[in-house]
């Protein structure tokens, strides 16, 4: 009985884990090239604003966290640097910078939604029209499907 109680814990263990590491590589796996340093340049043609993802924020930790340049300009937002890599990455416009969880979802219904964020060494994300950067202040990356805060960055 003891052994088919340690088999039945080790399996469950071994599947709980495989399932675990399936949801962190799987982005990876999965995930568009990054952008070239020309698509990087591009959009640097229209920059208005500039700041940072840092890796010392808050609700950072060693498997979320950022840390690079963000410029913003009307028609898109260009971030060179890394972000930690995870399914379902979408980038946010924020009426003031957020470093946790909690001030992400006190301040939601004032924050704009950019568009997906689809890679993690550099990423390119098209600005929409109706959008004005200069209306907010800071840019975040949230993980929609877990409800995680990832990274942000004030950039006015």
């Known amino acids: 009985m003891k052994k088919i ?9 071994i599947a709980i884990f495989g399932f675990a590491m399936g949801l962190y ?4 796996l ?8 020309k698509a990087l340049s591009m959009g640097e043609q229209q920059v208005l604003f500039e700041g940072r993802f840092q890796p010392d924020l808050k609700d950072s930790d060693f498997l979320h966290k950022g840390d690079g340049v963000l410029k913003v300009g009307s028609k898109r937002v260009v971030f060179e640097g890394q972000i930690s890599p995870g399914p379902d990455y ?4 924020s009426p003031e910078m957020v470093e946790t969880k909690v001030d992400f979802l006190r301040l939601e219904a004032d924050m704009v939604q950019v568009g997906a964020v689809k890679t993690f060494d550099n990423f390119v994300v098209e600005m929409p029209a ?21 990274t942000a960055g004030a950039y006015q």
């Open 130 to 150: 109706h959008i004005n950067p200069a209306d907010y202040k800071a840019a975040i990356v949230w993980c929609e499907s877990f409800g995680v805060f990832i």
């Open 90 to 93: 979408i980038l946010y416009l």
């Open 5 to 13: 109680l340690l088999l039945i814990v080790s399996h469950l263990f």
């Open 25 to 28: 590589t799987l982005p990876i």
């Open 30 to 37: 999965t995930a568009p090239d990054a952008p070239d340093i």
